[in-house]
């Protein structure tokens, strides 16, 4: 494999093309308008304009970019997360172009791609299911009859879905009519699928995760697990590796359960299989996401393995060089995402331009972002703008490195999820490992991000440097400078 092409933007995008340079590996980016001058774009080999910014005609569409391989020779396509990376239909058509899809089969996604067929698969491996539906339920009628015997609260999930999609919280019989037909309408309009299924919503349930590595020659070995309770709309916001409430037995258990369930749809490459954990530590299958994670980092920290190369070994039909006593856990890890939201607004996205963007450095901080400074963030993609990943010996080390790691964060121009990720990682439960995915919902609410002590002095002054720096720039230009209108002003209160 000479050159690959990465169907993907933003960190994600440059954090394969390191990857594969350094397997000496040549990179193509494809990007759209709104990317033309992102860092991604730059750091390729060679770069192609897929068009305008929207993702629908650009990011999404696969037959032009099994073109643009053709045209340069490309051996093979690494899909990132999102967009086409789960998308079997788009790794058939790779196949069948001759190029070298860097994930698993198609057949595989066609697998796990939906929720109700992963579920069949799990359950013939004997992997502990939560009660709920055993297949699409369409009508009411149907669903308050499993309701009644799988009992309150339920949740109503979309078999297509993902990232918090399609799903609906049912604690009540009577709302069971209309969260139905809401998680039914939006699952149709994210995934052009409809069908719903019931599930048991476990008491004070963890969402963990293993992750997975198999090659083409029948190995498999999981690299322990990942805590990812900390959600926003159901999105992961704070993940860690491995979890503070994980005893080795259990996690050998679930480590193997996580197996079964990949040789059991004949899986190769990066993956992984998300489970529930409830209070009293019984674990039951969720699903199986068929791609690299935005969440692998932290298990590339406590492993030492980098899971871009690992990929690409795999896609080049190379065995696994280690086997599962093979792998240690070594300290801690951390990952926040730092998104370019508001959550003194229930977490609403935002645009706008990174006027000041300075990233901490440091032993056991890594940075994975794929944004500079004078950048917009666009209000075409997701809202993250970066991964700040700490490692430390232990798990207090790790946040530690984490606190001091945000303090040094410097961004002006939008909102981030900073002071949120801070907040939490004080917070006793936290601290504690006593929390849930309920950890928003039960402890936070905005008004404890105000800021204690005053730190206009520091804003104004970063504002009157650019200020001039701007001033200075424009001298030239009959245009003025209206700083007031140009820029909110905001910044992070660390």
């Keep these: 494999m000479q050159k690959i092409l990465i169907a993907n933007r933003g960190e994600i995008a440059l954090r394969v093309m390191r990857s594969a340079k350094e397997m000496r590996i040549k990179t193509v980016a494809v990007y759209s308008e709104a990317d033309r001058n992102a860092p991604f774009v730059r750091y390729a080999d060679e770069a192609v304009c ?45 196949r069948t172009a001759g190029i070298t899809f860097i994930g698993p089969s198609p057949e595989s996604m066609d697998m796990m791609g939906d929720k109700l067929s992963a579920k069949a698969t799990a359950k013939k491996m004997n992997v502990p299911m939560i009660t709920g539906s055993d297949g699409a339920v369409t009508d009411v009628k149907e669903a308050i009859k499993i309701a009644k015997e799988t009992g309150f609260p339920l949740l109503i999930k979309a078999s297509a879905g993902g990232g918090g999609k399609g799903m609906r919280l049912v604690e009540k019989e009577s709302e069971i009519e209309e969260q139905m037909k809401l998680a039914m309408s939006e699952a149709k309009s994210a995934f052009g699928n409809d069908a719903v299924f019931i599930e048991k919503y476990a008491s004070r349930p963890r969402h963990i995760e293993i992750q997975l590595i198999a090659d083409n020659h029948g190995n498999c070995v999981y690299l322990f697990e990942r805590e990812c309770s900390v959600q926003r709309r159901h ?25 079964d369930v990949a040789k059991a749809c004949n899986y190769s490459g990066a993956g992984t299989v998300e489970f529930l954990v409830d209070a009293d530590l019984n674990f039951y299958f969720l699903e199986m996401n068929t791609r690299l994670q935005v969440e692998h980092t932290v298990s590339e920290m406590i492993t030492g393995l980098d899971l871009v190369k690992e990929q690409i070994k795999v896609a080049r039909n190379e065995k696994l060089s280690f086997k599962q006593e093979d792998i240690k856990i070594n300290g801690h890890s951390f990952e926040v995402r730092v998104c370019a939201e508001d959550p003194m607004n229930n977490f609403l996205p935002e645009v706008g331009n990174l006027v000041v963007y300075k990233t901490p450095q440091g032993n056991g901080v890594r940075v994975d972002d794929g944004f500079e400074q004078g950048m917009d963030i666009p209000i075409y993609y997701d809202s993250m703008i970066a991964k700040l990943i700490t490692h430390g010996k232990n798990r207090t080390e790790a946040i530690e490195k984490m606190l001091r790691a945000i303090n040094d964060y410097k961004i002006v121009g939008v909102e981030t999820t900073l002071d949120f990720c801070k907040f939490v990682l004080t917070h006793p439960k936290f ?12 402890y936070f609410e905005p008004e404890m991000l105000i800021e204690k002590t005053n730190q206009s002095s520091e804003i104004a002054a970063i504002a009157a440097n650019i200020i001039f720096n701007k001033k200075t720039s424009s001298s030239n230009k009959n245009e003025p400078v209206d700083f007031v209108k140009k820029s909110k002003w905001k910044t992070n209160r660390l």
């Design 50 to 94: 897929i068009g305008p910014p929207p993702s629908s005609q650009s990011y999404l569409l696969g037959d032009k970019i099994i073109e643009i391989c053709k045209n340069l020779n490309v051996d093979g396509i690494h899909p990132g997360y999102g967009f086409l990376s789960e998308n079997a239909d788009f790794a058939r058509k790779v």
């Design 235 to 259: 999105q992961k916001v704070i993940e860690e590796a491995p979890s503070s409430v994980l005893t080795p037995e259990l996690r050998e258990k679930m480590g193997k359960c996580a197996v």
């Design 431 to 442: 601290v504690s490992g006593d929390f849930d995915t309920g950890f928003i919902k039960n």
